[in-house]
């Protein structure tokens, strides 16, 4: 696993939590149902978007 990937998962998951607490939603955190229904809504959606082939290299756009 790169260092790069694990940093830039860690700033992603930093500014997720801050636009949730800034927008005052609450955040889909276990061990409430919500939030694990909100996780695997996570996953299938990366599932979905990988089945349809679409998508954007964002490391490739960023140069890493």
Not at 23 to 40: D, F, N, T
Not at 44 to 55: A, D, K, S, T
Request: net charge negative; no cysteine.
């Amino acid at each position: 696993m790169s260092t790069h990937i694990t940093i830039l998962a860690l700033v992603t998951g930093l500014v997720t939590g801050a636009l949730f607490r800034f927008l005052a939603i609450p955040i889909p955190a276990p061990p409430e149902l919500p939030g694990v229904i909100g996780i695997v809504g996570i996953y299938v959606g990366y599932r979905l978007i990988e089945y349809l082939g679409i998508g954007v290299d964002l490391l490739e756009i960023l140069g890493a």
